[in-house]
């Protein structure tokens, strides 16, 4: 594990996508590796994830015990977005709820912290959970386009893999 001072710019790039190479993708490996301890915790049911400064140095992020792990995942990868892209504005933490946007109430309200940053942790999120190159290469290699298969494949949610493909998302009846 770096601790998080020492991790470069280029370290992290290099380290994110050696960790793009696998299916799924490690992400709790990847937050280690980056310095980033992931703890799962008791968190209210309306926020899915936050990522705060660790008292050691550096951050730390939570994960809501009690969302599935499809979540936990998407959660983990957003809050290492902000960590990538954001840690300047991170400061005493940023809590994002269920629609991963800026909780706007509570310990975690961070006003720095806008829509376009989340849009920019999600994305990243995203291209680091599901990346497109290695999509197309299965759907290539082994015929597979079904969303909600590579959505199993890669442990993320089917509503995710929709979206990163492209394709509308059809909940299924039971979901209605």
Do not use: C
């Not at 998407?74 to 269920?98: K, P, Q, W």
Request: no cysteine.
């Amino acid at each position: 594990m770096m601790t998080p001072d020492k991790v470069s710019p280029s370290q992290k790039l290099a380290l994110v996508n050696h960790f793009r190479r696998n299916v799924p993708v490690d992400v709790e490996g990847l937050a280690f590796a980056l310095g980033v301890p992931v703890h799962y915790s008791d968190l209210p049911d309306h926020i899915s994830g936050m990522i705060e400064p660790h008292p050691l140095g550096g951050f730390q992020i939570f994960v809501n015990r009690k969302h599935p792990t499809t979540r936990q995942r998407f959660t983990i990868a957003h809050e290492l977005g902000h960590y990538i892209n954001h840690a300047n504005l991170i400061g005493s933490g940023v809590g994002d709820d269920r629609a991963y946007r800026s909780a706007d109430t509570g310990r975690y309200k961070n006003t720095v912290i806008g829509p376009k940053q989340e849009t920019e942790a999600n994305r990243f999120a995203a291209t680091l959970l599901m990346p497109l190159e290695t999509i197309h290469a299965i759907q290539l290699r082994e015929g597979i386009n079904d969303p909600s298969v590579l959505a199993k494949r890669f442990e993320v949610s089917d509503h995710a893999m929709h979206i990163r493909m492209g394709v509308q998302y059809e909940p299924h009846p039971s979901f209605l």
